[in-house]
């Protein structure tokens, strides 16, 4: 069991760089595939990009070529660097851990077990 903790949030203008971080105490959280997912109120959450439990990065939709997963295992955390930030990038940004599987489908939210309370990114045109 893990619980990951995002740090990083915040109020950027249109064009600006901003990195989220997503830490956990456990060093187990190094075993876990870890995905960001972004929400709008009254909207879906959805995937940005996911780091699987072998360091095999996958981005999604506009976050292809913006934005980039890494994980720092000395600091126990994986970190979402954004660029190129527009205001529909504009959202509250969790971090999710869950166990690599083979057969499920890991862009979905229901792929993972353990959520950090999310952060808020707000990008001004």
């Known amino acids: 069991q893990v619980q990951p903790v995002e740090s990083g949030g915040g109020f950027v203008q249109t064009g600006a760089s901003l990195k989220l971080s997503c830490a956990a105490s456990q060093r187990t959280f190094r075993l876990y595939d870890v995905a960001w997912f972004r929400q709008v109120p009254g909207t879906e959450r959805r995937i940005v990009g996911r780091?699987?439990?072998?360091?095999?990065?996958l981005y999604y939709g506009s976050a292809e070529g913006r934005f980039t997963i890494s994980r720092d295992n000395a600091e126990n955390t994986v970190v979402l660097r954004m660029n190129n930030l527009k205001p529909e990038d504009t959202a509250i940004y969790y971090c999710a851990a869950g166990r690599h599987s083979f057969t499920a489908d890991m862009s979905a939210a229901s792929a993972y077990e353990y959520w950090g309370q999310g952060t808020q990114v707000t990008v001004s045109s």
């Open positions: 780091l699987t439990f072998n360091d095999l990065s």
